[in-house]
């Protein structure tokens, strides 16, 4: 019995030993969290929602991630300034990346924001213009870009109407409610936001969606974009802002009324009223038939890369598998 109670002290001894030894070790240093920029492609709106409610909500901070949200400068757009590894991330959309890819510049997209096309053409709705016919002998209001003159022509000709009737006039981003009632007759404009804002000003418009006349032009815009040496370099960290990126976009499409508010309060400034109607609008638009946020298929970059060459906007058919990806989204 004195033996045992002899052995019994000295566990205990040694198990105290043990314990205070642990202790005596000098606390490990918290890593700190990696700098990520993500740049926009235009002002904050809500296409962005998710990025501002995943940074509200400390998503970003748990994956280890400290994430600045910022506007593209006159230095460069979201597209330049990721190609060249001065921001991670960037928003983009679908046309601007297969240009890319074209030039030979590795961005890729790595989630689609709204898995539809929710652009079209609207008109105020005494020009009374309901078909790509009714374009002829009106004055369109654009970007002056290329690629607007072979869209319009595009559903004209399926219209059978004459593209030379259209007049093209650069108005940059004039605002379309007062353009279409000066200069122009019609304009391309996104509905989530212009065409929401007319719902909201009791503006009669027309307005006629792209996609629905044309399906070729159901294409990813806007999207996420990073580039491929931070894919090869990095696709740990590109994983983890996915990760807090989806669950913003989720959290979003649930719940468009607290989104909405984060948005506001992160963006301070914003026309409240426009951004909770858009924000609800969008709530439905965002995955709507896919089967998880974010995904992208192969045959929508085939489609639009395939006309955009067939047009001419590019010199070739570029190799879609290197325009997008879905590995980084999160497992389901």
Not at 14 to 22: A, D, E, R
Not at 171 to 196: H, L, M, N, P, Q
Request: aromatic residues 12%.
């Amino acid at each position: 019995m004195m033996n045992l109670t002899i052995i019994l002290a000295f566990m205990f001894l040694m198990i105290g030993c043990s314990t205070n030894n642990k202790q005596a070790e000098p606390p490990k240093e918290k890593a700190k969290p990696m700098n990520i920029q993500v740049m926009l492609d235009w002002v904050p709106n809500t296409n962005h929602t998710g990025l501002y409610v995943a940074k509200e909500k400390e998503w970003y901070q748990e994956q280890g991630l400290n994430v600045e949200i910022v506007q593209p400068s006159d230095g460069g757009g979201a597209a330049q300034m990721v190609a060249a590894g001065k921001a991670q991330f960037g928003i983009s959309a679908q046309e601007e990346v297969t240009n890319a890819r074209a030039q030979q510049i590795p961005i890729v997209s790595i989630a689609a924001i709204i898995q539809h096309n929710t652009s079209g053409f609207a008109s105020p709705k005494e020009k009374n213009i309901t078909t790509p016919k009714d374009f002829e002998g009106k004055n369109y209001g654009g970007w002056g870009a290329e690629s607007e003159k072979a869209v319009i022509q595009s559903v004209m000709e399926k219209y059978n109407a004459d593209f030379n009737k259209v007049k093209f006039l650069t108005v940059g981003d004039a605002d379309f409610f007062t353009i279409t009632k000066r200069d122009v007759d019609f304009e391309w404009i996104y509905y989530g936001w212009t065409g929401i804002d007319a719902e909201l000003r009791k503006f009669p418009i027309n307005y006629i969606e792209l996609r629905q006349i044309a399906p070729e032009l159901d294409y990813y815009t806007p999207v996420i974009i990073t580039n491929e040496t931070y894919i090869k370099e990095h696709p740990d960290i590109i994983k983890k802002f996915m990760e807090a990126t989806s669950k913003g976009y989720e959290f979003a499409i649930s719940n468009p009324e607290e989104a909405a508010n984060i948005l506001l309060k992160e963006v301070p400034g914003m026309n409240a009223e426009l951004v909770k109607a858009s924000q609800k609008w969008l709530s439905k638009k965002y995955q709507e038939d896919a089967p998880q946020w974010g995904i992208q298929k192969p045959e929508v970059w085939s489609n639009y890369a395939k006309w955009m060459a067939d047009h001419k906007l590019i010199p070739s058919m570029i190799d879609v598998n290197k325009a997008f990806t879905n590995d980084f989204l999160p497992k389901k």
